[in-house]
């Protein structure tokens, strides 16, 4: 089970970061992602890394604002996300995927979600 925590409501430029807790079991050698969605459209893969290696991919939309990272134990995911803007407003999910050997921002590729947190940038 997915849970994420820590949405909410920022002024634009301002900071949040994002927390996955994973309970039931360790996510080594998963990969690992975050991605969110706006009304009527598509889930978009934000950022996602391989806990094996700890590589990471992101979406060219937030290179440079939001770091993905996981605690040594792998149960936890987190997204920091900087000098956020308006566009960045979505509600977003963690996510895992077990057969996957490699990042991954491609939502086909992932069997478990969390619920989803808001996050809303004014």
């Known amino acids: 089970q997915l849970v994420e925590s820590g949405g909410g409501s920022v002024q634009a430029g301002g900071s949040l970061r994002l927390f996955c807790a994973a309970s039931?079991?360790?996510?080594?050698?998963?990969?690992m992602g975050w991605f969110r969605q706006t009304p009527g459209n598509e889930r978009e893969g934000v950022a996602t890394i391989w806990s094996s290696t700890q590589a990471t991919m992101y979406a060219d939309s937030v290179k440079g604002r939001f770091t993905i990272s996981q605690d040594s134990a792998k149960k936890t995911l987190y997204l920091q996300m900087n000098s956020l803007k308006p566009e960045d407003t979505a509600i977003y999910y963690c996510a895992a995927a077990r057969m996957v050997r490699w990042p991954s921002l491609s939502q086909h590729d992932y069997n478990y979600w969390g619920q989803g947190t808001q996050v809303t940038v004014s």
């Open positions: 039931g079991r360790t996510y080594s050698n998963w990969c």
